[in-house]
């Protein structure tokens, strides 16, 4: 596995291999990046292009609101969820 580095401005830009490129493209979620080691050192998420409009954008927010009716979760409950699954 080969990675090349580039500095430009404040951003470091790493070139992926053909497989590794292949690999985080066809992700449905972010990719753990690990050293030598196996220590993770990061998370690529991969970039989703998209042919939807705005307007079926906006259908599936609301689609969504609705499925949700219209109530959301109050923040604390949020929280309490999070930190039931990772305790700080």
């Given at each position: 596995?080969?990675a ?17 490129a ?6 449905p ?9 196996g ?40 929280i309490?969820?999070?930190?039931r699954?990772?305790?700080?």
């Open positions: 596995m080969v090349y580095l580039k500095r430009t401005f404040d951003m470091t830009i790493i070139t992926l291999s053909d497989d590794q292949r690999i985080l493209a066809g992700s979620s972010p990719v753990i990046v690990m050293d030598p080691q220590r993770p050192v990061g998370q690529i998420a991969p970039v989703r292009s998209t042919s939807r409009s705005e307007e079926e954008e906006i259908a599936e927010a609301k689609r969504r609101m609705a499925d949700d009716n219209g109530q959301g979760r109050e923040l604390r409950d949020i309490q969820d999070l930190r699954i990772a305790p700080p």
